[in-house]
C-alpha cells in the first residue's frame, strides 16, 4: 500500500518536472518568435498552452486524490501540497511565455522590440529557460544545493531588469510610447517567470529540509 | 473531535477573510496615496505588508496541521485545500497593493499620474477595493451567486485596463515615456489584483458546489 503511494508520488512529481520542462520550451521558442518576429513560432506557443493547463489539472486532481485517500503526513503530506502549489507556479509560467508570443504576434510583421533592447531580451529569455531547466531538476533530484543555485540566476535577472528601465526611462529613447509601453511588460512578464520559478524551487527545499527559505517579493519596480 | 474540526476550520476561514479586509484596506489607501501624492499613506501601506505576510504564513501552517492531525476527505479536504491556494492569492494582492504604495513613495513630492488619466486609476482602485470586500463576504457566507458578481466587476476592470492602454498609446499623450512606463505597471497591478480577487471567489464556489469555474487567463495585454 505504502510502496504504491511512493510510486504514485513519484509519477506526479515527474509529471510535474515534465510540465517544468514544458513551459521552459515555451518560454526559449516565445523569445525566439519576439527577437526573430517569427509568426508561426508565436503561433505554436499560443496553441501549445492549453497542453500545460490539462497537465496541470490532471496534476491537481491525482494530488487531492492522493491526499483523500492515502491521508499522508510528515514528509509526504508536504510533499503533496509542494506539489499542488508548484504546478500553480509553472502554470503561471506557461502564461507568461505565452504573453510573450502573443505580443510578438500582436506586432507582426514590425519587431516588438527595438534593436538596442533585443540584446537584453535574448539574456532575459536565456536566463528564463536556465531556470526553468534548472527547476526541472531541482523537482527530479530533490537537490537542495542545486535549489540556491536558482536564486542567483533569479538575481541576474532582476539586475537585468532593473537595468532596461534605466534604458526606457533614458532622454534618448527613439521608440516612442508604445514601444516603452510593450517593452515595460515584457521586461515584466520574464522578471515574472523567474520568480515563479524561484518559488517552485524553494518549495522543492522546504520539502526536503522541512524549512522553508525567506518568502521573496517579487523585485522592487 | 469532528466538532472541534470543524470549529478549526471556521477559524481558518475567519482568517482568510479577515486576511482579504486587510488587503482591500490597503489597495484604498494605497490608491489614495497614489492619487494626492500622500507619502504618510503610502508608508503605512508598506509598513503593514508584513502584517499580511505573517496572517498568510500562520493560515498555511494551521492548514497543514488540520491536514497531518484530522485528514480530512471530501468537502471537508477541498475546503483546506481552497483555503491554502487563498491564502496565496490574498498575500499576492497586498503585494500588488504595496507596489502601487512603492510608485507613490518613489516619485513623492510629484504625482505619478497625469491628471487625465487619474480618473481611470480612481475607478480601478475603487473596483479592486469592492473586489476585495466582496470577497472577504463571500468568503464568510459561502454565497456562490455572489461570487459570481465578482467576475462581472472583474470585467468592468478589464475594460477600464484595456482603455488606458488606448490613453497612453496615443499620438496626444503628453506625459513622456518614463511616465508612461509608469502609468501601464500600475495599471497591470490593478488588473492583477481583480484577478487574484475573481481566483479566490472561484475556489469558494468549487468549495461549495465541487466544480471548478474555468480557469481564467489574466487579461490578455
Known sequence: MREA???QLGQLADQLAD???MVGDAMERATTALLESDLALAEQVIGDDAKVDDVRASIEEQSYALLALQAPVATDLRTVLAVIHAAESVERMGD???HVAKAARR???QSVLGDDVKPYFAEMGRIAVELARETTEVIRTQDVARARL???ADDAMDDLHRHLFTVIMDKDWQHGV?????TTLLGRFYERFADHAVSVAKRTVFVVTGRMPGYGDDADL
Open 96 to 98: 507568461l511565455a505565452l
Open 178 to 182: 508604445a514601444s516603452a509601453v510593450d
Open 107 to 109: 506586432r507582426h510583421p
Open 5 to 7: 503511494y511512493h510510486d
Open 19 to 21: 510540465m517544468c520542462g
Open 150 to 152: 536558482i536564486e542567483d
